[in-house]
């Protein structure tokens, strides 16, 4: 008899391994948004708006067996999911992979893609219009949109502000040199060690009153415009609500050599929402992914779970970061490498012909 496997998110994680079992399982994917949005693109559609067609992507063509149920799972009884009007959707494994949420405009703030695409291109015409513009946060967003930037609307002033006294400091240090030289290098003035002495608000882009910011050391920088990149945080609303569950330090579920946060042994979870020791990236999510679509298959095929390997994250954190089509930096299995690299794997095209054929879309 085939297995039914629920997987509960349809993000990056939640659509790679729904896809990588569609022909394995009875597979049934909910998720409350009706169009997937490729985020890590979306840093450069603030510099390119004409990407924003092509990044908003239909659920319809993902999945070939299984379902793709629109609704939000309010909460779980065993292996059942209840969502908000009360339907139940059975499974004989559930998948939890609700992501993480971020700053208006990388992520979408709720269902609506109509309400998202409006937002960005609001973003883009506040862009269009300042001289000055000062993105606050320099992790993985907020370093690349400089890039990005800079390379786009070379016209505009960018102040990178950091609170950190390097920029990556849980990488090699030679991948923050390296970044620190190519941003200036595209005319990014980039402050360590500051703090902004009043954020007027982080979870969206925002004109800063006389067009000024001052650093926690009194320095007043001149912005029209101040992003907030501050960081990204797990979507941990219905783990929250099951028994057992344990949180680490970032609000991260604990978890087992199995990905599972329970006693229950056939609920786990992936992505954002895993204390695994990786890093909050797609590198870090795809080798999850990689593992529980095998130790899922295994299962299915009568194999005892705990029969399967144990899951064990990247040795080191991995990362890429391209500034623009043509540089940035990355940190690979075989150390930390520049431009060529990043551009060829990333850079170039950031993905979006590889998510157009996993969706079977075209723009």
């Known amino acids: 008899m085939t297995k039914k496997i629920t997987i509960i998110g349809g993000g990056y994680a939640g659509t790679m391994l729904a ?31 004409e990407l924003l067609g092509e990044i908003v992507i239909p659920y319809d063509g993902l999945l070939k067996n299984g379902r793709v149920v629109r609704g939000r799972v309010v909460a779980m009884d065993g292996n059942t999911a209840i969502l908000e009007d009360g339907t139940e959707i059975a499974g004989d494994m559930t998948v939890i992979a609700t992501g993480s949420s971020y700053a ?3 992520k979408m703030q709720g269902d609506d893609s109509g309400a998202f695409l409006t937002k960005a ?18 992790g993985a967003v907020g370093s690349e949109l400089a890039g990005e930037l800079a390379f786009a609307r070379p016209e505009k002033q960018i102040t990178l502000v950091s609170a950190d006294d390097n920029l990556f400091p849980g990488y090699p240090a030679k991948l923050g040199r390296s970044m620190q030289r190519q941003l200036g290098e595209l005319g990014v003035k980039v402050r360590l060690g500051e703090r902004i002495k009043k954020l007027k608000r982080t979870d969206e882009p925002f004109v800063p009153p006389k067009n000024t910011i001052k650093l926690s050391d009194g ?12 960081g990204a945080k797990p979507e941990t609303g219905l783990l929250q609500s099951l028994q057992g569950v344990i949180f ?18 056939d609920l786990f979870i992936v992505g954002d929402i895993a204390s695994t020791g990786d890093t909050m990236t797609i590198v870090g999510l795809t080798r999850q992914v990689g593992w529980l679509k095998k130790a899922l298959k295994a299962h299915i095929g009568g194999k005892q ?5 144990p899951y064990k994250p990247w040795p080191k954190p991995l990362i890429l970061l391209p500034l623009g089509p043509d540089k940035g930096a990355s940190v690979l ?18 993905f979006i012909p590889r998510y157009h ?6 723009p």
């Not at 320095?219 to 501050?230: G, K, R």
């Open 104 to 106: 208006a405009p990388f």
């Open 19 to 49: 896809r990588e079992l569609d022909q394995h399982a009875d597979m049934t994917l909910i998720e409350p948004r009706e169009k997937w949005v490729h985020n890590v693109a979306m840093i450069r559609a603030l510099a390119r708006p």
């Open 305 to 309: 779970i705990e029969d399967v390997r």
């Open 121 to 138: 291109k609001r973003v883009i015409m506040q862009i269009d219009k300042a001289k000055n513009i000062a993105i606050v946060g320099a």
């Open 219 to 230: 320095f007043p920088i001149d912005a029209d415009l101040v992003i907030p990149v501050i």
């Open 333 to 350: 299995p075989f150390g930390v490498t520049g431009p060529f690299l990043t551009s060829a794997i990333k850079g170039k095209k950031l």
């Open 357 to 362: 054929r996993e969706f079977d879309w075209q």
């Open 248 to 265: 680490d330090d970032d609000g991260r579920a604990k978890v087992d050599g199995w990905l599972r946060p329970t006693a229950n042994p």
